[in-house]
């Protein structure tokens, strides 16, 4: 079945380390976004990517660090110089623009910071 | 800078009415998408409902319809005979062409029984 992964599903992460949230999708999609969601809050976009080997600051990319060396994946890094990182973060992929626009997103991942 | 504004954080509906819920949206480009996402508990986002600037029509999908008003940038949802499922967190979004998806705030609705 085609779809968006992401992983893993819950992430526990100490004071002062980097982590990295996995997203994988299998739609044959050129651009992938990564999402932020506090509670109660609408998605804020970290990054962005159209195309491999490229990618876009979103609105609140500092602390954050991504790559996209493959079209299939878009890892999201969570460094140690984001002060607040205990949140929801979403992964979406979608064509870059056209008829079936639409993003499709993945599970999620929950961050905890111990 | 483009923006997506919902200004209902919370609306609640008894089992089987009406609700329509508000976005307006802030833009330059004449060639753009909007959409409808639904995010219930389980936190999985779900394509609600499309339009596609250029289209004067208003899309409609089973129980769900939009009210699109370009001129006035405003793309409300409309949800009839509501049903227990439709309770979660809406979510307005805009495209232009092929850039960014930019999300608005989100608007709770809860459906009484």
């Known amino acids: 079945d085609g779809g968006i992964t992401q992983s893993p599903k819950y992430l526990f992460r100490k004071e002062g380390q980097n982590v990295t949230l996995s997203c994988e999708q299998n739609l044959n999609h050129d651009a992938m976004y990564w999402y932020r969601q506090d509670p109660g809050q609408g998605l804020r976009l970290i990054y962005y990517?159209?195309?491999?080997?490229?990618?876009q600051k979103g609105d609140i990319a500092e602390g954050y660090s991504v790559s996209r060396e493959k079209k299939e994946s878009f890892p999201l890094t969570v460094t140690s110089a984001q002060k607040n990182p205990t949140a929801f973060y979403l992964c979406?992929?979608?064509?870059?623009?056209?008829?079936?626009?639409?993003?499709?997103f993945g599970q999620g991942t929950r961050l905890t910071v111990v | 800078a483009q923006t997506v504004t919902q200004s209902q954080p919370e609306m609640s509906v008894q089992e089987a009415e009406t609700v329509t819920l508000s976005c307006t949206y802030d833009?330059?480009?004449?060639?753009?998408?909007l959409f409808w996402y639904k995010q219930p508990p389980s936190r999985q986002m779900i394509l609600v409902i499309r339009q596609e600037a250029y289209k004067q029509q208003n899309a409609t999908e089973n129980r769900f319809s939009v009210n699109f008003q370009k001129a006035a940038k405003s793309f409300s949802l409309k949800i009839s005979d509501s049903q227990l499922g439709d309770a979660a967190m809406y979510f307005c979004a805009y495209r232009p062409g092929a850039q960014k998806l930019v999300f608005g705030q989100g608007t709770r609705l809860t459906i009484n029984p």
């Open positions: 979406a992929s979608s064509h870059p623009g056209g008829m079936n626009t639409e993003a499709f």
């Open positions: 833009t330059s480009e004449s060639d753009y998408y």
């Open positions: 990517s159209q195309i491999v080997n490229d990618f």
